[in-house]
């Protein structure tokens, strides 16, 4: 199995910056694409950014700009980094991986995991 843990939330100004970090661990043979999505109160979860391991980046167009995502393939984590935060950017973050892992008999087995969420607030 691969888990991961999403770290570096908090409460911010507008305007201040944060620093998300995913890491991934298990056993994991590779991992394709990382992807940061969010879920504030009664509203849907939506996709933040993503980034393929050839460095390929997909951006929200209510974050362009403002966030970058990026990866450490040799530390299987990935970050994002947040300026210019707004209150509308408050939400729960949950990174996300899928890849190839390892079964109990040793075959490689697509696999796609999520975090436990971090709590990003921007107050006003």
């Known amino acids: 199995q691969v888990q991961l843990v999403e770290s570096g939330g908090g409460l911010v100004q507008a305007g201040g910056s944060l620093r998300l970090s995913c890491a991934a661990s298990?056993?994991?043979?590779?991992?394709?694409?990382m992807g940061w999505y969010r879920q504030a109160p009664g509203k849907q979860r939506e996709l933040v950014a993503t980034v393929t391991s050839g460095d390929r980046t997909n951006y929200a167009d209510s974050v362009k700009g403002r966030f970058t995502i990026s990866r450490d393939n040799a530390k299987n984590t990935m970050y994002l980094q947040m300026n210019s935060l707004k209150p509308e950017d408050t939400a729960v973050y949950y990174c996300n991986a899928e890849g190839v892992t390892y079964s109990s008999y040793g075959r490689t087995l697509p696999f796609n995991s999520w975090g436990q969420g971090t709590q990003v607030t921007v107050s006003s």
């Open positions: 298990g056993t994991i043979f590779s991992i394709n694409a």
